[in-house]
């Protein structure tokens, strides 16, 4: 069985968004826990250092400079110190974090990716090459970049309702999605084009997915009498489920962290207190305990397997987001045993910082799974700092930017419309509102000299 301490350590005095999109608004790596936080205007995140558990200081970082809500925050899981933000504006912006002072002085993005038409809702780093980067917007597209040059190398467009998740396939082919409009797509990451299409949960509500090292697919979502449940698929049969198990009939979405090395499943879900624990053995789910607490949680991000502590059979680390109190609660999950020695059936080898292929590599059409290294090998490379280099385009590229650039000029003339047409309509409906209320007074005005002259007359009989 797992188990989580009961006496956590907490990040105290962050206020964490309130927004209502369904992201987990955390992202941690052995250095740094970024937070989506709570901001009137424009939006901001939060970078908190992972040795210095407590209250908001001098060490913690704000970075704000958005136009809009922050959506989404991940981690790069080649660079500790690199971490990309998801916004309302249609923007993804990249931001170096230095292990001394945080965000680099001049408080601005190291790289900007524009092309998308709407809000960017969700952001996924591919789990081998380097620098490639997906992102899913409200234009019903999922975009894989270069972050290194800002160039887009392929689009997903055959969605038809909004996207609600991303997930690689294990050597980064693949990248499979979740939608509003009840389907569950896999494509080619190199091209975009559909590889698999079938029928996803049968409810509207958010579901999401998780591509397995076997090749099969997890989901978590809602089933038509609207209880939560995961589903396991084969890709080769997409019509036909190979199991499905209800957890529950709450009404949160479900967040699903899959831990390839033990083949387990931690699912949180939105406004539970809880989080749930399941091993996935010979294409079966099974349920082994959970973890409970008092409070109820906004999301919780999760710690890589580099990040965590073998001395105590530290098998994941949560990091869990109460809203309300204004907390990050840092749980640890144990497999506890007698032994003190190290347990190498709980940490074999497993992904490390360094990219199996580049960039450039998965461009030109290689693909790859992880390079692992053996747990005990990752303590040290995890004390190094790294930069991020950004590549200029030459000119002949430079159509693509101005692509992007009138996308993106397009998009706020669309949002700008939008809202004038709101405005109009809200005009509208108060000048009714006034005539009404102009209407009703002239009414009650006739309505007084009446009573007045029917009073009258009561007096002169």
């Known amino acids: 069985h797992i188990f989580g301490d009961r006496n956590v350590k ?13 992201q987990d608004f955390c992202s941690v790596n052995p250095k740094f826990v970024a937070v989506v936080a709570e901001q009137i205007g424009g939006g901001a995140f939060f970078v908190l250092k992972t040795d210095k558990i407590g209250g908001i200081d001098a060490s ?40 001394e002072r945080g965000v680099e ?45 800002a160039q887009i190398i392929s689009e997903a467009s055959s969605f038809t309702n909004q996207i609600t998740d991303m997930s690689f396939s294990a050597d980064g082919s693949q990248i499979g999605a979740t939608c509003k409009d009840k389907k569950l797509r896999i494509f080619d990451s190199h091209t975009g084009a559909v590889a698999v299409e079938g029928p996803g949960h049968d409810n509207m509500k958010v579901s999401r997915l998780r591509m397995l090292k076997d090749g099969n697919i997890l989901t978590a979502g809602f089933s038509t009498m609207s209880s939560r449940c995961v589903r ?3 890709p080769r049969n997409m019509c036909t489920k190979l199991e499905e198990q209800t957890i529950d009939s709450a009404t949160g979405s479900l967040f699903p ?42 999301g919780i991000g ?25 907390l990050v609660n840092v749980i640890p999950l144990k497999v506890p045993r007698q032994s ?44 190094t700092s790294k930069g991020f280099s950004v ?32 405005i109009e309509n809200k005009t509208v409906k108060i000048e009714e509102l006034e005539a009404e209320n102009s209407r009703l007074s002239e009414e009650l005005t006739q309505a007084k000299e009446e009573i007045v002259e029917l009073q009258k007359n009561g007096m002169e009989e």
């Open 257 to 298: 962290y899959y831990d390839p090395d033990l083949s387990l499943v931690y699912i949180a879900g939105k406004g539970d207190a809880n989080i749930k624990f399941f091993e996935i053995v010979n294409q079966s789910i099974y349920f082994l305990n959970q973890h409970s607490t008092g409070d109820a949680q906004r």
């Open 232 to 234: 396991l698929y084969d």
């Open 105 to 149: 002085p001049n408080h601005s993005p190291v790289q900007t990716l524009k092309g998308h038409g709407k809000r960017v809702g969700g952001l996924l780093w591919h789990p081998s090459a380097d620098n490639i980067v997906a992102s899913s917007s409200y234009d019903n597209t999922i975009k894989l970049w270069n972050a290194e040059t």
């Open 340 to 383: 003190k020695m190290f347990a190498d059936d709980l940490y074999t080898d497993t992904a490390g910082y360094e990219p199996a292929i580049t960039a450039q590599q998965f461009i030109d059409g290689q693909n790859s799974l992880p390079k692992l290294v053996p747990f005990l090998e990752l303590q040290a490379a995890s004390s």
């Open 391 to 422: 590549t200029t385009v030459n000119g002949a590229d430079n159509s693509k930017e101005l692509a992007a650039l009138k996308a993106e000029i397009s998009a706020l003339k669309n949002t700008v419309n939008e809202k004038l047409t709101i």
């Open 10 to 22: 907490s990040y105290n005095g962050v206020p964490i968004s309130k927004n209502a999109h369904e």
């Open 60 to 99: 913690s970082s704000k970075i704000s400079k958005h136009n809009g809500a922050v959506y989404d925050i991940r981690w790069n899981p080649f660079n500790d110190n690199l971490i990309g933000s998801a916004c309302d504006d249609g923007l993804i912006r990249l931001w170096n974090i230095t292990d």
């Open 302 to 326: 999760m710690m890589p397997k580099r990040g965590l502590d073998s001395s105590i059979n530290e098998i994941a680390r949560a990091y869990k987001l109460n809203v309300a109190k204004k």
